[in-house]
């Protein structure tokens, strides 16, 4: 059995957003941006429906979306405040696909990777002690999906995004497991995003064959130290494409 799958097909993710979707995301890609500082007042609803050409309702269930997040406090009388980064649901999939929009913020960059490997090499290590055979031939079936489909589409990624989840489920620990949708995203989103121009820099297949030898070998500290180096390696990758796009946008400007 697969895991959940948490991200939309490839047509489905291109499909327009409803109104306030798109609002939404517009304003909150400028958030994570750093392009909206925190402790600014948005404009009105009245104003912003108008430049946005909206409906006030629709700006309205914008904000609701943002707020809900943990972007931006709405105070009767004081306005819409963009809320400080320890705030923000940074665990959430949409406020991550957002940051993975553009380069993304350095030290979120980095903080996002440093939870990774706190986690994951402490699930990887719990599953290998404690996988059933379903969970363990759920993996080696993602790594076939993963062979035979590439991480250039949709089906690759999904594939990816088992492997990682079945992982978390494996350990056995509900309050890791709880952490899957976020996980999942961060995996999901940083693929996309090095490869969003071009291929991948790295065939990361092989990270994840060795995670998969470990678990399947019952081997705990060979299964934390794969998962270690694979989320390394992936940090490595993110951050050469990151700083690739950061130089071509900055002689495109200048």
Not at 38 to 43: D, K, S, T
Not at 129 to 148: K, N, P, V, W
Not at 176 to 193: D, K, M, P, R
Request: proline residues 6%; contains cysteine.
């Amino acid at each position: 059995m697969h895991a959940q799958n948490l991200f939309a097909s490839t047509d489905e993710r291109k499909r327009p957003l409803r109104l306030h979707g798109t609002v939404a995301r517009d304003i909150g890609i400028r958030i994570v941006a750093g392009r909206i500082t925190p402790g600014r007042v948005l404009e009105g609803e009245i104003a912003a429906s108008e430049r946005l050409k909206v409906s006030r309702t629709a700006y309205r269930e914008a904000v609701r979306i943002l707020a809900a997040k943990g972007l931006v406090e709405v105070r009767p009388k004081r306005g819409t405040r963009v809320t400080e980064p320890r705030r923000w649901h940074l665990l959430d999939p949409d406020v991550i696909s957002w940051i993975f929009t553009g380069p993304p913020d350095e030290r979120l960059l980095q903080g996002l990777f440093e939870l990774r490997s706190i986690v994951e090499p402490a699930a990887a290590a719990l599953a290998a002690e404690r996988r059933s055979a379903q969970q363990l031939d759920a993996l080696r079936d993602s790594l076939e999906r993963m062979t035979t489909h590439s991480l250039a589409i949709n089906d690759g990624q999904q594939a990816d995004c088992d492997f990682h989840q079945t992982l978390l489920a494996a350990s056995g620990n509900p309050f890791l497991v709880s952490l899957t949708s976020g996980v999942a995203a961060a995996v999901t989103w940083t693929t996309i995003f090095k490869q969003r121009k071009k291929p991948l820099p790295r065939d990361p297949l092989p990270d994840h064959e060795r995670v998969y030898r470990a678990v399947a070998s019952r081997d705990a500290p060979a299964a934390r130290d794969a998962m270690t180096e694979l989320v390394s390696l992936a940090l490595l990758d993110t951050t050469q494409v990151s700083s690739i796009r950061r130089r071509s946008r900055r002689a495109s400007q200048a």
